[in-house]
């Protein structure tokens, strides 16, 4: 079995698939990869199933050592390895894969043929960093076992990466609450600020005003747009809470949740609001530019 | 009931806006009658609604809220499951729960008499939910009920035994959270070793019993 030693962890690297599901009624959310788009992509890359875990680096990777011959693919955001992105690459036994702070969005995804085979908890092997479900995040020293668990060939030659602008405005659909408020979210840009993380992204703009409604604490969705009462929203992320008691205007469309998970602090974000229609139709393309990987 | 679209994925169930009986029983059988439907990814129950993940490139809205109507349409099960009754130990007042003495003022009884009364009640699970296994535990005495704190703490530690507003809860992990702390319990309610890890779910019961005091 090869293995994959971690040299320097980065600033934040863990292991990620597609997430836990089926565990919300006991208050844990599916968790997964920031960026599921660009790990499915990875691991059809290199000829793993599309769910097979998988580093995530954020904001500065690390370097990691391959024991023995291995292909992997970067996906995700330039976080500088010198190697080229979104494409199945040959790594020699011995060979450090050095990564260094991003040079684009905020995370960057390694995925190895065979997959990582770290441990799994309640039937996923993401790491849950905020309580611990699934492990920690690395730390120098660990060592990585890499499974066998590759489905078909790697891709050869270079894929482009997914359509959808990065920029442009993130694309939301009302939600539970959405005739409490007037259009306040959707006229002017909001900043990512410094908390942003897996739970989720606080935003700092014109404040939309919450109107104090009679509300009972109700189950949340991923991609949630939360206004508590300073009126500053808030993105609910893979690891959000399962239930929650703030009002929400909007919900971000699920084919724009990679681009949630490519948000850095001090970026700019606006909202845009498309019909239920629209955003299958667009999560259709996506499923369409990843069977294209193929 | 009111079903509405709240994400391109996922459906939104309200039986009412109010804390009742009714809506509790109702929370509960749709969340048992949708548990492992191909498609759902996952159910959020709450104190009077049900939050339906589904994925979308299989389902879509009309199909998951023609299913939920279907499913509650069906007769109820003939015998009603006998909930579970869990006894949780607390270590109450002291470092263990910092806010009993504020709890007492606030209901006019000695802490005694808050732990006595907290101890005489079988509390119900309404749900399970917020952060990794709170369970939301109805039945507090009224007198006990005592608004959270103005601010909340950045650290409540695990095990926490606390009351929000009319509610009783446990910390299961270590969190921010603004409830009052009146004890704290050694068993773990998310035990990774455990199978499943979870210690509570959804109806079951809860008695807090007092460990001698400090």
Known sequence: MNRIRVVSPGLLTTVQDLGRFGWAHFGVSASGAADALALRAGNLLVGNAEGAAALEMTLAGGAFEFESPAVIALTGSDFGAGLPLWSAVEVRAGETVRCGPTRSGARCYLAVRGGLATERAMGSASVHVATGVGGRPLRKGDVLPVGEEAVRKPRAGQAAPPAGERAGALRVTPSAQAEWFADELYRGAYLVTEEADRMGLRLRGAAIPSPAGHMLTEGVPLGAIQAPPDGQPIILFVEHQTTGGYPKPACVISADFWRLGQLRPRDEVRFERVAMERAVELLREQERWLCGLL | ?214
């Open chain 2, 1 to 214: 009931m009111i079903l509405r679209p709240v994400s391109d994925r996922s459906l939104l169930v309200s039986f009412g806006d109010e804390i009742s009986p009714e809506a509790h029983r109702e929370v509960v059988r749709l969340t048992r009658a949708l548990e492992g439907v191909r498609g759902i990814l996952n159910l959020h129950p709450a104190f009077a609604s049900v939050l339906i993940d589904f994925d979308p490139r299989l389902r879509d809205h009309s199909a998951v809220a023609a299913q939920v109507r279907e499913r509650l349409d069906a007769p109820a099960e003939s015998a009603a499951v006998e909930p579970r009754t869990v006894e949780i130990p607390v270590r109450f007042g002291g470092d263990a729960g910092p806010d009993l003495d504020d709890v007492a003022r606030h209901a006019g009884l000695a802490p005694e008499r808050v732990i006595e009364r907290f101890c005489a009640v079988r509390f119900e699970v309404s749900f399970v939910g917020f952060a990794t296994c709170f369970p939301y535990l109805s039945g507090l005495p009224p007198e006990l009920a005592t608004p959270r704190l103005a601010a909340p703490r950045k650290r409540v530690p695990e095990g926490s035994v606390a009351i929000g507003g009319q509610q009783a809860g446990v910390y299961p992990l270590a969190s921010p959270g603004g409830w009052r702390l009146i004890g704290r319990t050694p068993v773990p309610l998310f035990d990774r070793q455990a199978e499943p890890p979870p210690l509570l779910r959804m109806d079951d019961r809860v008695i807090f019993v007092a460990e001698g005091r400090r």
